[in-house]
């Protein structure tokens, strides 16, 4: 058990969509972030979010927007879907913006 | 700009083998240091971590780093490896700049042999 819950698991979409990812950040955490894997590559960070506000963000377009909940639970939203956003985006809390992050097991999102 | 690097992208041993797994950051600053490891169809794990004190690090599994800083490393090492072992291993680092970000090396496969 990963501690952090993201919805869907897998997710296939069609280019020019729009689609919505989910998290449940691990108890008593209160800071999320997201990362996109690309296949044989490292996560990328794209943005994190605390106290409801993002508070980093990485080298992503606009079409990456995300928002947190008053209950810490956090979504991803990515617009405008391109054909490269197929990738594995993981969720990962934390309490504070302290380190040693928790990582869930992702959503596989593929874009047709 | 801020980058980590992993040497190997895979490594195939024998059941036993030592391992040895290069990564290297190329910020001169404070960093904080992670392992991660993947098993086939699992989320990423924590396996170490250093922030400060003693460079060298033990983790689970017994695995251990050592923190170069002079050398801007954190290898990650283990004396025998078995062949539940085998997994993807990420090193990663916050900059003391952007300390709530991870930036991770590209990954090293390890396939171990029974």
């Known amino acids: 058990d990963a501690g952090v819950t993201q919805s869907p698991t897998h997710l296939i979409k069609t280019r020019g969509q729009q689609v919505t990812l989910r998290c449940s950040p691990k108890s008593g955490h209160d800071t999320v972030s997201w990362y996109q894997q690309a296949l044989g590559q490292g996560p990328q960070f794209i943005f994190q979010y605390y106290e409801e506000e993002e508070r980093q963000r990485g080298n992503f377009p606009d079409r990456f927007s995300g928002h947190q909940f008053p209950n810490y639970s956090s979504e991803l939203n990515v617009n405008a879907l391109l054909l490269g956003d197929s990738a594995l985006y993981l969720c990962?809390?934390?309490?504070?913006?302290?380190?040693?992050?928790?990582f869930g097991s992702g959503t596989r999102l593929t874009v047709v | 700009a801020q980058s980590v690097s992993q040497h190997n992208h895979h490594v195939i041993l024998s059941e036993a083998a030592s391992l040895e797994l290069g990564c290297n950051y190329s910020y001169g600053g404070t960093v904080n240091l992670f392992w991660y490891v993947q098993y086939p169809g699992q989320h990423l794990q924590l396996l170490l971590k250093y922030f400060s004190g003693d460079p060298l690090v033990k983790g689970i599994k017994g695995f251990e780093a050592e923190f170069i800083k002079s050398k801007f490393s954190f290898n990650l090492r283990k004396p025998s490896v078995q062949w539940s072992d085998t997994a993807e291993y990420f090193c990663a680092v916050s900059f003391s700049s952007n300390t709530g970000k991870l930036i991770f090396g590209q990954g090293t496969t390890l396939q171990v042999k029974p």
């Open positions: 990962a809390s934390s309490l504070r913006a302290a380190n040693g992050y928790t």
